[in-house]
């Protein structure tokens, strides 16, 4: 079953980079605030090198290639009931999603520090909510699209990776302790960002343009869907970062849940 190959032209053969860890998981700080904020234990990047030529318009070739990989299946694990299992299933389908990235400055984030959701000092102003008490303008702005402050940021730039890594982390696990002040936040995403893309530097013009290309997946079994979660939640998460040049990919997930590691 897990060496069956992908029913296509392309096949994709792919082995696991154990000695490519992501600075972040490293990173005694990160850590401690992804604690804090419900997720350490339940999010991870897994990096692998494959073996043919990479193009966007095989996405999807390739997602199921990775799931169908027996080296990828023998390293890969799927949370079931706050625990990690193994994938014991042949995937038989992929949903993929192209994900904008081509940010390399967080200036995106630039229009949030003046329009009335932080305060000068950098403290998230606080607003009333009927379910959750301790709400803020942040989650407010990040969830709710009848917000006044949705398209502070506009939507182009809140379908780009480095948007949905902040948001991912700004919402947090099931028993998230929010962050008064908005600091941890972008320093934590620029730093995931930073370990997940790879960038280069134009000869001529010198200008700084990313490499990488960006999946949101989601694989089924013959029972439903499997990974990264059974269930859809917005902080379940799956993506492949591609790097077609050097031919390695990161699987960077998350499943959302009570945190269920310590440090």
Known sequence: MAGEKCPFDQTFSLTPLPSKKPSFL??????????????????????????????????????????????????????????WEPLDKLVVSVDVELVPCTKVSMELFDPIYSCGILRPSGHVVKCFHDVYPDYDELRQMLQEEDSEH????????????????????CLGGELCQYEDTIDPYISTTKQIYKDLINVQK?????????VSTVLKVCAYDESGRCFPGKQEEEQTFAYLIVDPFKRHVTLFYHCYGVGNFTL
């Open 150 to 169: 949705y398209y502070v940021v506009g939507r182009e730039e809140r379908g780009e990776l480095l948007f949905r890594l902040f948001k991912h982390l």
């Open 26 to 83: 490293q990173d005694r700080n990160v850590l401690q605030l992804l604690m804090k904020w419900s997720m350490l234990g339940r999010i991870s990047a897994q990096s692998y090198s494959f073996d043919q030529s990479f193009y966007p318009y095989n996405s999807e070739r390739f997602a199921l290639c990775f799931f169908r990989d027996p080296k990828v299946i023998s390293s890969l694990r799927k949370m079931e009931a706050g625990a």
């Open 202 to 210: 134009d000869p001529e013009t010198k200008k700084i343009s990313v």
